[in-house]
């Protein structure tokens, strides 16, 4: 099956993609492109995909760097293919032909890029590393190579939409006790339960930070199975494990 690429207007001039599960050799419940090693999946067909992927992006698989995520906001200035992938959640070079790339399965994979300037980004932000900054430390590193964040772009790929993320009332106090005003990307659901729109809160915290453009694609990683792999859908159906799908941009 050929791979699912969904792309941007915003970043058509360089090669990039948000990968979705179609197209992969993993089986399963990771049927499709999971392109994670950090599941239980067999390593040969994590590696099988990433290849695809990569081809796909006209490159080879070592040339696919991404960071060990631990929900930071962290940021990796890249120089040259990683050996150990660093502990970060994202990543920033002006190298050619190398691709940034992170994982998701809920967590919005961001990508960014300066055009003129040739420098590119890209992050991995779940709610945490989205409230610590992760997003504007991409674009301060950005700026580092010589990035303009009034002429760059963000685009959010597929994360968790707000109606299927529900939360309790200790999440919203964090982002409450944060800000006040975050009150606006939570919707009242049953009981104490509240709806957390990160894609909202995303796009909120990178057009603060005076980026040029920032936009999310629109797709929820929970509400579409067939497309996209989901840690709470996984959750919910009391699976073992769950695929992560691949954004990236090169030069």
Not at 193 to 203: K, M, P, T, V
């Amino acid at each position: 099956m050929t791979l699912e690429i969904l792309t941007s207007d915003r970043l058509a001039s360089l090669r990039h993609g948000f990968f979705t599960r179609r197209g992969g050799a993993s089986s399963g419940i990771f049927a499709g492109l999971n392109c994670g090693h950090g599941s239980s999946d067999q390593s040969a067909a994590v590696a099988l995909n990433r290849q695809r992927a990569a081809a796909a992006l006209h490159l080879d698989a070592a040339d696919l760097v991404g960071v060990h995520q631990v929900h930071s906001a962290d940021v990796v200035t890249v120089t040259g293919r990683l050996g150990v992938p660093p502990r970060a959640d994202a990543m920033v070079t002006n190298l050619p032909g190398l691709a940034l790339s992170v994982l998701s399965a809920d967590c919005q994979p961001v990508l960014f890029a300066d055009i003129r300037a040739g420098v590119i980004g890209a992050a991995h932000a779940g709610w945490r590393g989205a409230l610590d900054g992760v997003l504007e430390a991409t674009l301060a590193a950005m700026e580092a190579l010589g990035a303009d964040r009034a002429r760059s772009v963000a685009v959010i790929g597929p994360s968790i939409g707000q109606d299927a993320y529900e939360v309790g009332p200790e999440f919203v106090a964090t982002f409450l006790g944060a800000d006040p005003d975050n009150a606006r990307f939570f919707a009242e659901g049953k009981g104490d339960r509240a709806h957390f729109d990160l894609a909202g809160y995303g796009l909120h915290r990178l057009r603060s930070a005076g980026i040029g453009r920032a936009e999310w694609t629109g797709h929820c990683t929970f509400s579409d199975p067939a497309r996209f792999y989901s840690y709470r859908r996984a959750t919910h159906a009391r699976e073992a494990d769950y695929g992560r799908l691949l954004a990236a941009i090169r030069l």
